[in-house]
């Protein structure tokens, strides 16, 4: 038993040290990271600050940097968007030949336009996409050129909704919103219980939904998947979930994007806790995934990015 106790304390304090070595001086600032791979340069867009939402970028997704060598470079300030503080969960697609920053601001979901990754962008008509609360909106455009939004809905816990989109990308058509999942395992039942930082993509005519459930700040926050033959649902959560959490003895797994990289092979970027027993500075990883069989399989190898 003592054996045993000590070579858990021994990987214990390595976890600890490490991830104590990253917080120091190279930890990327940010969490809920989304990256997006624009002609030869990654771009990782996270939440941050009160001041906006921020971006480094980098060649090779190991190492990152500011942009211009500024000390903190916002693709987005609050001075072009809705709302003052609380800019949370970024995501930037080119859409249209034009490129969408989706974030939340105050709780609501919003919506901003560039001409460059880097912005700045900038929100024309201040307001949110919707009146009522809502975070961690996520385009998604189907093969027919459809485009659909999903976002988390304030009810009781948190809900995952979807709506159909104008072709401007960022008005939502009335009338088409609807729920999509809510907590229903009993891997989600650590409270608070929530369904969050919903990703859809597509293989082979079958559509998966992964999705951040249980309080990010609980060591048992982790990602499940759910199925559907439309974006529009029905989804069914799938009976093996989590498909990531305690990910290599990381605490606190989750809110994650989906993306290709320059050789077009899938990746998943996502944050941890510091960690074992402290949340902050969130860790951001990046590991690769695979669907096989209808199952969404994520590699046991990753990287974790670091600043120069």
């Not at 988390?152 to 948190?158: E, M, R, S």
């Not at 993306?259 to 902050?280: E, L």
Request: aromatic letters at 14%.
């Amino acid at each position: 038993m003592s054996r045993i106790f000590i070579t858990l304390s021994a990987i214990f304090l390595c976890i600890s040290a490490f991830a104590q070595e990253i917080s120091e001086s190279k930890v990327i600032p940010f969490a809920d990271p989304f990256i997006l791979y624009e002609d030869g340069l990654y771009y990782l867009y996270g939440t941050g600050s009160d001041e906006g939402i921020p971006v480094v970028v980098s060649k090779d997704l190991k190492t990152w940097s500011w942009p211009e060598g500024e000390s903190m470079y916002f693709a987005l300030h609050k001075d072009n968007s809705f709302g003052e503080r609380m800019f949370w969960a970024p995501e930037v697609y080119k859409v249209d030949g034009r490129y969408i920053m989706y974030y939340s601001s105050q709780e609501r979901i919003c919506a901003a336009e560039s001409d460059s990754p880097l912005g700045p962008f900038v929100q024309k008509v201040q307001r949110p996409m919707r009146r009522q609360r809502g975070i961690d909106n996520h385009l998604f455009v189907d093969r027919d050129g459809n485009k659909y939004i999903y976002w988390v809905h304030f009810n009781n816990a948190n809900e995952i909704w979807m709506a159909r989109l104008q072709d401007d990308a960022t008005t939502i058509v009335p009338g088409t919103e609807k729920l999509c999942i809510k907590m229903s395992q009993d891997w989600e039942k650590v409270w608070p219980s929530v369904n969050e930082g919903p990703s859809v993509i597509e293989r082979d005519g079958v559509y998966y939904m992964t999705y951040s459930a249980n309080s990010y700040e609980s060591p048992s926050y982790g990602v499940g998947v759910a199925t559907s033959s439309s974006p529009e649902g029905p989804w069914v959560k799938y009976e093996g979930n989590p498909i990531l959490q305690f990910y290599n003895s990381l605490e606190g797994v989750g809110h994650h994007a989906m993306f290709k990289d320059a050789k077009g092979k899938d990746r998943i970027v996502f944050h941890s806790h510091n960690r074992p027993g402290k949340i902050h500075p969130r860790i951001i990883h990046i590991g690769k995934f695979r669907i096989r069989k209808g199952k969404v399989i994520i590699s046991d190898k990753f990287i974790t990015p670091q600043m120069k």
